[in-house]
């Protein structure tokens, strides 16, 4: 069953709503916008009708409350005059679903409430439907990234630490953190090309030859191939693409330099050659995060985008780098 809260100063027009929705929803009645406010702030509702004027507290600032704190709830304003400014701040400050005039037909605002209620179901159906399809497909992700990890025995947790330094970096780099956490995310299937590169190179124990070198130096591109065309995956073609261009344009496989390399690829980059550095492999030991930080300095603006190791450096002496590496 639905919730509405029921707002105005007048106890005989909050009676007169009462008994309109009483049989079909959950009613709060709120004797003033004060009222209206501490309603808000305890307890869910799913559609607030208010009285426009009122002392102290008007509608509008009612309806602009309810946005801040509970923003998914149907906002109707009732009011008894024509102010057009009025009307037009809450509209664009509280972002009502629709203002009744007083007198109201009472048919008229039972189905006003009908049809906003409709569309609020409708809106969360899709919503879980959205999260359902979100989930998928980073299950998606982390499948596609165990494969990848079982052609390659050395990234273990290198890919979640990867994952995490990109979306540290990000933020510092002005992403908003739904953009930089979906970043990191993708950051997971930089290598994912290496499905497509055969084991005789990808676990070779000693030098590639010039030949090998040349497969190896493939798997960026099919990397964007096993990807496909879903737009969910367009930042982590980016990042397939280019996590190993070079800042000066020196890199692989199109050569291209600053900007032309997308961000998230730049990031990436970084965030892998960070964590190759500072991690045991069988043939090294890790480094010293303060050594690969000096070593990846002295590659600032060639392999790596100046502006981000700026950043590296501030996520180390914040700790953040370090937090990181524990985790994982």
Sequence with gaps: MHTLLLVDDDPDVLATLTRSFRKGYKTLSANGGEAGIAFLDEQPVDLIICDQRMPNISGDQ???????????????????????????????DAHIYKYVTKPWDPAELNLTVVR??????????????RDQLEAAYKDAVVMLCLAAEGKDQDTSSHLYRVQHYTEALALAMGVDSAEAAHMGLMSMLHDIGKLATPDAI???????????????????????????????????????????????????????????????????KLA???????????????????EALTHIKLHSDTMFDPAIVIELQKLFEDGTLERIKAAF
């Design 202 to 268: 990808l676990k070779k124990p000693d030098k590639l030859t010039d030949e090998e070198w040349v497969i190896m130096r493939e798997h960026p591109l099919a990397g964007v191939r096993i990807l496909g065309n879903n737009p969910f995956y367009e930042t982590a073609r980016e990042i397939s693409a280019g996590h190993h261009e070079n800042y000066d344009g020196s890199g692989y496989p199109n050569g291209v330099s600053g900007a032309y390399i997308p961000l998230s690829a730049r990031i990436v």
């Design 62 to 92: 009612v309806l602009s409350h309810a946005l801040q704190v509970q923003p998914e709830a149907i906002r109707i304003l009732l009011t008894g005059y024509a102010d057009v400014e009025a009307l037009l701040a809450c509209v664009n």
């Design 116 to 129: 906003a209620l409709e569309s609020l179901v409708l809106k969360r159906d899709l919503d879980m439907a």
């Design 272 to 290: 892998d050659v960070f964590d190759a550095l500072t991690t045991r492999r069988p043939y090294k030991q890790p480094w010293p995060m303060e």
